[in-house]
DNA sequence: TGATATGTTATCTT
DNA sequence: CAAGATAACATATC
């Protein structure tokens, strides 16, 4: 799915991309995830592609903003040279069978000056395309909790943060209001490497723990960026320049790893319910 | 056929 | 009133 580091790695690819070109049409194909006027941003040049948390923003010459949040399923798949053909065929097949572009799961396509195209496909359409003032931005500021790889995020945040509840450390890891950005590969990953159960409340850490689960969090999100994302078992997540999966998967300790062995222990890797939401961990290493 | 997958938000419960 | 828990959203797969 994607979390800080695919949406992360689609920010840096798109930015490349598409930072400098000109929006010349937009094509809607599913209706409910284009909030806004499309009108508002044909002719506006790209200047800026930002993310925070798990959300995109395309700053445009015209004081707009372009937010996409990708949720569950969502892809962007930029390509360079597509001539008004109809399909082209991909590199690669991408999931859910949307080897083609346009395919079965897209829902609305912006056409550059250039010639370029910006595809966004949403099997389960919960994802969205919304065309905001770029003023709006700053009033709101989101509502999201401090970025992890930010300044703000220290031991003492999450120090304060953990002893004023009694939820489930899986489950504050998840707050997006707390920490943006994690969601449940990361946050089972993260516990894994912390050796910290995920049925502990965060009010009953200790500061040894608290220190080691920051270190845990900074630690692997550099380093699932560095692999340029996670594309999980049945998962939509793809690189944007190249509709290729990324790389971390292979680095997984415990998402989708039921029943298998811990590459630590040789112990059972079991999966839990929590929020309504699978959790992986490893009873014997995770304490 | 019914259980399962997940991010966010609205709504319900404690 | 706030914190926390849960349903809803859409759709495919097993």
């Known amino acids: 799915m994607p979390e800080l580091p695919e949406v992360e790695t689609i920010r840096r690819q798109l930015f490349k991309n598409i930072v400098g070109k000109k929006i010349a049409e937009v094509r809607i194909l599913e209706k409910k995830q284009f909030i806004g006027e499309f009108d508002d941003i044909i002719g506006a040049q790209i200047v800026n592609v930002w993310r925070r948390a798990k959300l995109l923003g395309f700053g445009c010459d015209n004081k707009k903003t372009i937010l996409i949040h990708l ?26 069978g949307s080897d083609q572009l346009p395919g079965r799961t897209t829902r609305i396509i912006i056409r550059f000056a250039d010639g370029s195209w910006l595809f966004f496909n949403d099997l389960r359409k919960f994802g969205w395309v919304k065309v905001i003032k770029s003023q709006n931005l700053k009033v709101k500021n989101l509502g999201y909790g401090p970025e992890p790889l930010g300044r703000e995020f220290t031991v003492e945040y999450l120090k304060r943060i953990f002893s004023k509840t009694r939820r489930t450390i899986k489950i504050v890891l998840m707050d997006q209001k707390k920490i943006a950005g994690i969601g449940n590969i990361y ?56 509709a290729a999966p990324g790389n971390y998967q292979r680095r ?10 811990c590459f630590h222990c040789g112990g059972e890797i079991v999966r839990i319910k929590q929020g309504g939401r699978s959790t992986f961990f490893c009873p014997h290493c995770q304490i």
Not at 215 to 242: C, F, H, M, W
Not at 252 to 261: I, M, N, P
Request: hydrophobic residues 40%.
């Open 252 to 261: 997984l300790q415990v998402y989708q790893r039921e029943g298998k062995e």
């Open 71 to 96: 949720k569950l399923t969502g892809q962007l798949v930029f390509v360079a040279d597509y001539k008004n053909a109809v399909v082209i065929k991909m590199p690669r097949p991408l999931p859910f």
């Open 187 to 242: 946050a089972n990953e993260v516990l894994f490497e912390a050796k910290i159960d995920p049925r502990r409340t965060a009010d009953s850490l200790d500061n040894s723990e608290i220190k080691r689960l920051c270190q845990a969090i900074v630690d692997i999100l550099k380093e699932a960026i560095r692999l340029k994302g996670t594309s999980a078992a049945d998962d939509a997540y793809v690189q944007p320049n190249n």
